[in-house]
């Protein structure tokens, strides 16, 4: 339809002459690209007041037979492959290429014969794994079942953190994997650290421009689907743009001979309009604590009043030390930019090993390295040397539900003396020390679909918490206590002592007297001589799991990766063998059944 | 002196204790439900009262109880255990398990001796109150009824090594003691897995 044509139209009996008249007024002038805006963003308000809703218009002609397809693929572990993932499906649609974006948990791994075009967005979390919902296609796509894809044309882009071994390693397999099955790069692989906003941009405009030439205007099947632009405005604070909240309150709930430094950590969100749901993450900007900023200054006999200028912006060295870069968390790439800075031949040294370069940089903070490797160089040398401060992401502790305009942190207080010095978290030290009551700090809500309640109140649900895992499950409990969920309750915890570490203990009792909670199993590692863990009471109470599962309980796991998520699914796997009577290639099967109809979610760190 | 017995016979209702008592099982109440509750250091209801006829007050340490109500967790539960000593009298052998059970399992390491004749264990968690009662029945000696409204210790001039009149005390001491224990096997049957105390008297 042309917009000739659409004016011509006679209002029919769908709108009054009135309603035409303030339509095509409203239109009027719009030129292409605002139009097909326009009319998704219609179809997506119907939508929205539900009921029927006619099929979205098609706005071009039937399909070539061969006209080119593009999907667009996200494997997402904490939300932030999906939103650069949904950001290009926008972009791609903004420039009538008719883009697909899906999950790749809802993708079918055969589908991938008849796309021509595919881009894809991996994150890499733990030990270079792929996340939750990539499993099944990157599996897939490794093994003898990969089919040839002589004909597809590809893009990836991958998210990392390259303070891991395995960087970007999910993204890497991607490409060799498509490239492998004959498939074609349409442009170079980007990957992407924890300041990847300015290279996913750059990428994603790259890929827009290089789809050009195959998705020239006439051989699109654009079919507009309904855009949701209204829905995607919702959250107004963004990483970029957070929200300055304050704190309420910072509390300490492990006793006092605790071997661990545990805070509860509230915040207000009063007149933000900022919503969370259960599972979702609280990004949190810190500031880097003062004697660390010192330090460095006078470690490297620099001024803390030196002009510097980061991205753009000019400020002084002490200024850009404490808000604006990463000083905590170990790198190698301000190993590399420091040594070049300062010529340090024990450094370049130890570069040379990369394995012996992992294990120094895995028990040492950035100052550490300073101090055991002092060298001369400018307050810019070092600015640029150091990698933006990203936000850390806290699962959220709290419900609306009930807490209304706060939000609730569980929060491990990373605090240590090392190398003849005190060590803290950046983040953790922040809020758990520095931080003061009504002080300010900048927040964002991050969307978490993976890890989310049974949308049906009724389904009995296993969660499985140990140490600040317990966080999004007091979120959990507080929406299924407030919505009067019927569904049966079932907590893991573990931790090192009863008498001091059990998080949340009165709450629990609490809601284990009111009923709402129907187990509540309990690890303390070392209460006894021999350690017990989560995974220990998972397979004593074995039987009892797998007659939840049958029931349809869903799973859900949150904690450390590294060790207790691992030991957990082998845990599980072990009871499926054992009361589901299934060999242990059954077992497995039955698990990624769970995963794949998101009965089996986990939030890992 | 009249012989009206009236005087002795007190109107009007009961202590609780009575109630708690006649509705106990012989002293059995509910106390191994509360052992097999993971998620609270105390006992519950009436076994709060009940466990004081095995020997053991519930405690917890008041200096830190505002503080941990802040932290969220209950206070620090756990309980003080006397033993039943007539006369005040343990032998070294006695005396060493007790001194390890002491430094090992309690929260502060130590034996505390009383005006009473005996000692106490202060500061047992639930989880090692029934090691606590096989530890002392292991050497022969118990906490049944030293506390709560019973006679507990039975007290007497106490070196029955310094002469035959002492001795002869010290065997009127254990003897009273063991003719006022109630009347129940629920002490075996609960901290002992059923098997028989180990009387003083009949060992």
Redesign the interface.
Known sequence: MSQQSNQNVAPGAIVNEQQWNAITQAIAGLNRDQLTWVSGYAAGLAAAQGGAVAPAVQTAAPAAVDAPTLTVLYGSQTGNAKALAQQFDAQAKEAGYGSKLVSMADYKPRQLKSETHVVIFASTHGEGDAPDDAIELHEFLGGKKAPKLPSTKYAVLSLGDSSYEFFCQTGKDFDERLAKAGATALVERADCDVDYEAQAQAWTASVIAALKEDFSVGTVSATVAALAPVVEASQQYTKKSPFTATLIESQKITGRDSVKDIRHIEISLEDSGITYKPGDALGVWFKNAEGLVNSFVEVLALDGNAEVTVAGESLTLAAALTSKLELTLSYPTFVKAYQEATGSESLAALIEDKAALRTYMSERQLIDIVKDHPGTLTAQQLVDALRPLTPRLYSIASSQADVEEEVHLTVAHVDYEAFGARHQGGASGFLCEYLEENGEVEVFVENNDNFRLPEDPNTPIIMVGPGTGIAPFRSFIQERDVQGAEGKNWLFFGNPNFTQDFLYQVEWQGYVKDGLVDKLTLAFSRDQEEKIYVQHRLLEHGEEVFAWLEQGAHFYVCGDATHMAKDVENALITIVQKYGNKSEADARAYIVALRKAKRYQKDVY | MSNDQSQFIVEGKLADNERLKRESRNLRGTIEQDLKD????GFTADNFQLIRFHGMYQQDDRD?RA????????P?QNVMLRARLPGGVILPHQWLAIDKFADEQTMYGSIRLTTRQTFQFHGV?K?KIKLMHQTLNAVGMDSIATAGDVNRNVLCTSNPVESALHLEAYEWAKKISEHLLPKTNAYAEIWLDGEKVKLLSRR
């Open positions: 993971d998620i609270t250091g830190i503080e941990r109500a802040k932290q969220k967790l209950e620090l968690l989880p």
